[in-house]
Every structure is written in structure tokens, then in C-alpha cells.
């Protein structure tokens, strides 16, 4: 039975939760996560939480925000005033865009408030600030 180790490529199934015990994610009905420890292709909570696991292993494990999506930056958000959407978009809260800067990066932002003639936006991953628990079976090392 292999041990996962940075370098390996492995294979898990996972279901992620925030602390409420909300979902945000699973493979359990599709096909296992691939990725390989140490490249970067997953957050850094769950590459260090795989370490050391054995083929056919299954473990509960905390992620902290700062090792899933960051913390929640308040320089990531900022105020608009309504005009300056495009008549064909009627800003609401929850609602994902895209934002085109003047230097042509294109970035998603969330609405989180509408309040008479301004709109605010938050650039910062959607799960950014979030600790979050992850149900994780290693199923093999490839």
C-alpha cells in the first residue's frame, strides 16, 4: 500500500464543507480528483492533508481560510455608483460579473449590496475567509 508524498499523483474523493456543514463540493458522484502534491492544482489545505495518507484511507480534516481561498481582503472591495453598469444589467445581491479593468484583466466580483445609486463589489474568492472541513479518501497513488 502506497503513502502519498509531495511529487506523488493521487487520486481522492472529497466532500467540502464550511463549518456550518454547508456542501461546497464533492466528487462523490463523479469521477476521483487527480492532481499532484506540491504543483499548486488544489488549495494548499487539502495537498498537505493527503500527505501521509495510505491507499484506501479516509480522514475528516480543518482547512484554515489561509490555506483554502486567503482571507478576506477589504481592499478587494469597492463601492459603485449604479450608472456605471451597462443599461442591460440590473445589479443584485448574489450576483456573479465580470469586470473588465482599464488594463484589460478581466476579474469576477460578487454583488453584495445595492443601496440606492451604489453598488458594492467584492473581488475576493467567494469562500475567501472561510475555514473549511473536508471529508477526503485517498483512493490511490498513481
Same mark, same amino acid.
Given at each position: 500500500?502506497?503513502?502519498?508524498?509531495? =511529487?506523488? @499523483? %493521487?487520486?481522492?474523493?472529497?466532500?467540502?464543507?464550511? /463549518?456550518?456543514?454547508? +456542501? @461546497?463540493?464533492?466528487?462523490?458522484? *463523479?469521477?476521483?480528483?487527480?492532481?499532484? +502534491?506540491?504543483? =499548486? /492544482?488544489?488549495?494548499?489545505?487539502? *495537498?498537505?492533508? &493527503?500527505?501521509?495518507?495510505? /491507499?484506501?484511507?479516509?480522514?475528516?480534516?480543518? @482547512?484554515?481560510?489561509?490555506?483554502?481561498?486567503?482571507?478576506?481582503?477589504?481592499?478587494?472591495?469597492?463601492? &459603485?455608483?449604479?450608472?456605471?453598469?451597462?443599461?442591460? +444589467?440590473?445589479? /443584485?445581491?448574489?450576483?456573479?460579473?465580470?469586470? %473588465?479593468?482599464?488594463? =484589460?484583466?478581466?476579474?469576477? &466580483?460578487?454583488?453584495? *449590496?445595492?443601496?440606492?445609486?451604489?453598488?458594492?463589489?467584492?473581488?475576493?474568492?467567494?469562500?475567501?475567509?472561510?475555514?473549511?472541513?473536508?471529508? @477526503?479518501?485517498?483512493?490511490? &497513488?498513481?
Amino acid at each position: 500500500m502506497s503513502t502519498a508524498k509531495k =511529487g506523488n @499523483i %493521487v487520486k481522492v474523493h472529497y466532500t467540502g464543507m464550511l /463549518e456550518s456543514g454547508e +456542501i @461546497i463540493d464533492t466528487s462523490q458522484d *463523479e469521477d476521483p480528483l487527480q492532481f499532484t +502534491i506540491g504543483k =499548486g /492544482e488544489v488549495i494548499s489545505g487539502l *495537498e498537505e492533508a &493527503v500527505i501521509g495518507m495510505q /491507499e484506501g484511507e479516509s480522514k475528516k480534516t480543518k @482547512i484554515s481560510s489561509e490555506k483554502a481561498y486567503g482571507s478576506h481582503r477589504k481592499e478587494m472591495v469597492a463601492t &459603485v455608483e449604479k450608472e456605471k453598469f451597462p443599461q442591460h +444589467i440590473q445589479p /443584485e445581491v448574489g450576483q456573479r460579473l465580470k469586470v %473588465v479593468q482599464s488594463n =484589460g484583466t478581466a476579474t469576477r &466580483v460578487t454583488v453584495t *449590496e445595492v443601496s440606492g445609486s451604489k453598488v458594492t463589489l467584492d473581488a475576493n474568492h467567494p469562500l475567501a475567509g472561510k475555514n473549511l472541513i473536508f471529508n @477526503i479518501t485517498l483512493l490511490e &497513488v498513481v
